[in-house]
């Protein structure tokens, strides 16, 4: 195996990020008309509550991943910018929001997410399937992925939230088995590939993500690709993992570029039908590519 450089980051100051973690500045007509939407129809994006590095690449091709169910989140995951804590209200309005802001964007392919609900008995489904379902009805010609939380083993709720008609069902794993407890607290290693598995019998393409940068090793993230593969998994994504704020985890190392293209390669040979590896990916980066694979 190649042995690549990484380059550590100490955990009490944020270091100069390298050159390959370089994005440009949102800027652009194409940019201003999806933030004039994104305000206009009151709606949240991953893009902006995760942080995300890709925003302006994103939003400047029309497109954005809308997030439902409020933008406060049940779960203290230490690596998400997500805020946490008790949610409000659900809307039951915002279904038809996002599919009327998806149709006057004109987006061929839709990626719709959400923050945990888990103080819900349904974890949120019925607003999941009805935004789906009004977003097919009336953008027919729309692919939709769906980027779902974990359910907690609530089944009738995953399979509530994956029947309305999308075509790609994803549920991050974000990092490896044994840096579970510290980076996901409330989840579950075994839980998450059940949730994977069980979609995929369900008849669906599944797709889950991975960030690197926590300290894991080479050989644990090979496992999570095996263990991804045993469960049915099409798609994966392996993106850098950045540290949104100084309360939250420390980037333990940045990997490489070359050694995301050498992971992407193990992938592929494991039996993942697609990979998307880079230090800019993110889980709904080049999401269109992911739906026929």
């Known amino acids: 195996m190649i042995e690549l450089p990484v380059i550590s980051e100490n955990t009490t100051q944020r270091t100069r990020k390298p050159d390959w973690l370089r994005v440009k500045l949102p800027v652009g007509k194409e940019y201003a008309r999806v933030r004039q939407l994104v305000d206009q129809y009151k709606l949240h ?6 942080n995300c590095p890709n925003m302006g690449e994103c939003w400047g091709r029309g497109t954005a991943t809308f997030m439902i169910l409020g933008n406060v989140c049940t779960r203290s995951c230490t690596f998400c910018a997500v805020a946490t804590g008790r949610p409000p209200e659900y809307d039951t309005e915002e279904p038809q929001r996002v599919a009327e802001a998806i149709k006057l964007m004109g987006v061929k392919h839709a990626v719709i997410t959400s923050v945990n609900r888990d103080e819900l008995k349904d974890r949120g489904a019925e607003i999941w399937y009805q935004t789906v379902a009004q977003t097919k009805e009336l953008c ?16 009738e709720a995953l399979y509530r939230m994956i029947s309305a008609g999308q075509e790609v069902v994803s549920h991050n794993m974000e990092t490896v088995e044994t840096l579970y407890r510290r980076v996901r607290p409330q989840a579950k290693y075994q839980r998450s590939l059940e949730q994977i598995k069980r979609t995929k019998e369900f008849g669906k393409r599944t797709k889950s993500g991975i960030m690197l940068g926590l300290g894991e090793k ?7 690709m095996d263990d991804l593969v045993a ?13 949104p704020t100084k309360m939250h985890i420390a980037v333990a190392e940045f990997i490489h570029p070359d050694m995301f ?17 880079g230090p800019l990916v993110r889980s709904s980066y080049h999401a269109e590519r992911h739906v026929n694979v």
Do not use: F, M
């Open 140 to 155: 027919p010609d729309t692919t939709i992925e769906t980027l779902i939380p974990d359910v907690k083993g609530n089944w």
């Open 218 to 224: 080479p050989e644990e993230v090979y496992k999570a």
């Open 45 to 50: 994006t991953i893009c902006e509550s995760g």
């Open 231 to 243: 469960h049915g998994l099409d798609v994966l994504t392996l993106g850098q993992y950045l540290q």
């Open 261 to 277: 293209a050498q992971y992407r390669e193990e992938g592929l040979k494991r039996g993942i039908k697609y990979v998307e590896s």
